[in-house]
Nanobody, 115 residues
Framework: QVQLVESGGGLVQPGGSLRVSCTAS????????MHWYRQATGKQRELVAA???????NYTDSVKGRFTISRDNAKNTVDLQMNSLKPEDTAVYYC?????????WGQGTQVTVSS
């Protein structure tokens, strides 16, 4: 069992930056592939960024060049650095951990981009 707790969401102006973090419980964090998803009001949840247990990263096209996912296996954390934020980035951001058939989700953190 893995518990995921997100933090760092908030209100930011367009063009600004925000960093959201996810802290995982357990001793085997380093074996999990980690993801950040987001869900805007009235829309389906979408995959934003992924980082494998080996450190390989991938991003959805709309955030490439603006968002960076990283992990610290010593601290059991995965972060999403978001730059040049746009109003369309407004959503609840969820942390997700996957290992084989096991999937775990955090409770989400709200990111609002508005002037």
């Amino acid at each position: 069992q893995v518990q995921l707790v997100e933090s760092g969401g908030g209100l930011v102006q367009p063009g600004g930056s925000l960093r959201v973090s996810c802290t995982a419980s357990g001793r085997f964090f380093r074996f999990y592939n980690m993801h950040w998803y987001r869900q805007a009001t009235g829309k389906q949840r979408e995959l934003v960024a992924a980082i494998t247990s080996g450190g390989n990263t991938n991003y959805t096209d709309s955030v490439k060049g603006r968002f960076t996912i990283s992990r610290d296996n010593a601290k059991n954390t995965v972060d999403l650095q978001m730059n040049s934020l746009k109003p369309e980035d407004t959503a609840v951001y969820y942390c997700n951990a996957v290992r084989g058939l096991w999937h775990f989700w955090g409770q989400g953190t709200q990111v609002t981009v508005s002037s």
